[in-house]
């Protein structure tokens, strides 16, 4: 082992410490160890709820004078660490060191269930919630939750209407920052979106990724085993390996909540009952979903031709009518539709499925509506009748 010399006793101890696997101060709540009393007692801030160092602009309260002297640089403006990289600046020495990871693609932070990595520890930490089901932050006015204290912030919005993001242009206000962020490109002429494929450039990431979609059909991650492709990378994950596997029957599923939605359908346990109607759900979103079948109020409207609906999805699928988009697209004949839900039901004539059968005379149908249809043939029910002379 070779010489070094110090010169101050307490680095000789610290670094005879090291090489005993002796460390002096230990953490009495965690059992973490130290080689100075000035970091235990840093340490044993984390374990308190005190918050003694308050801001005087804002009145945030904070554990360490540290963390409120880089909480201050926020009203200050002042940005001491610049990235040699891209010249961008940070008011925190942290802040700078993830950022870094953008240009150098190191992702050290690894889920052990699907493999994927991050680059920081807390979206790691945001992203095992998607395995365990954990959702910490519910709204205290319809009880829904969420993985991530910021979307639950964002979701209390709808409720008390605050739209504290204003565009400085138009004064058009927004509940979310990155709304507001994606707005202010309609007031600029800079196209900072450029297409790999073709060079075409645009102002947002959102049309940057439309347009993608013509020289993918649709589906960018692509299997390097099968040449299938996908809308999305978590598709993609799932398509590789099914990881979670019912021990009932035996059969696998790409995603934890799929499998927690079967054995529910197959246990009868649908816990989440409408009190209108009786009918039953596996979700809670699922049971909010149908209860607006119920309800008469069509909060979303059209801007266009004032056509009013229950949900924003039924609002966006509407809107596809004046814009012409189709953003489902067929893989095997290239046709397109406005509905994911149409596109599931055109590929039953490419590979001949008829899920839906009778079970009176064994017919089957492409379409559950099908399958209504002819049923009142065997039940020989007259379901329409005329209001004036009670035929049927």
Known sequence: MGSETFRHQ?????????????HIF???????????KNKLKLHLSIHSEERPYVCDVCEKSFKLLQTLKEH??????????????CNKSFSQSGQLKVHQRIHTGERPYACVECKKSFRHSGQLKVHQRIHSGERPYSCDVCNKSFTQQGTLKTHQR???????????????????????????????????????????????????????????????HTCDVCNKSFKSERNLMAHR???????????????????????????????????????????QSNLKVHQMIHSVERPFNCEICFQSFRTQPCLKSHQR???????????MCGKSFR?????????RTHTGERPYTCVRCGKSFQEQRSLKRHQQIHNKEQLYTCGMCNKS
Do not use: W
């Open 321 to 331: 009518i004046h814009s012409g988009e189709r953003l489902y697209t067929c893989g």
């Open 339 to 347: 509905r994911k839900a149409h596109v599931v039901v055109h590929l």
């Open 72 to 85: 201050q640089r926020i009203h200050t403006g002042y940005l001491p660490y610049a990235c040699v990289e």
């Open 26 to 36: 230990m953490c009495d709540v965690c059992n973490k160890s130290f080689h100075y």
């Open 10 to 22: 307490k680095n000789v101890e610290r670094q005879e410490g090291i090489h005993s696997g002796r």
């Open 158 to 220: 709808v409720h008390d209407g605050e739209r504290p993001y204003i565009c400085d242009v138009c004064n058009k206000s927004f509940k979310v920052r990155q709304h507001l962020k994606f707005h202010l490109l309609v007031h600029s002429e800079e196209r900072h979106y450029t297409c790999g494929v073709c060079s075409k450039s645009f102002k947002g990431p959102n049309t940057l990724r439309k347009h993608q979609r013509t020289h993918t059909k649709g589906r960018p």
């Open 241 to 283: 390996g099914l990881p979670y596997k019912c021990d009932m029957c035996n059969k696998s599923f790409g995603y934890d909540s799929t499998l927690k939605v079967r054995k529910c359908i197959r246990n009868g346990d649908c816990p989440y009952t409408c009190n209108l109607c009786g009918k039953s759900f596996t979700t």
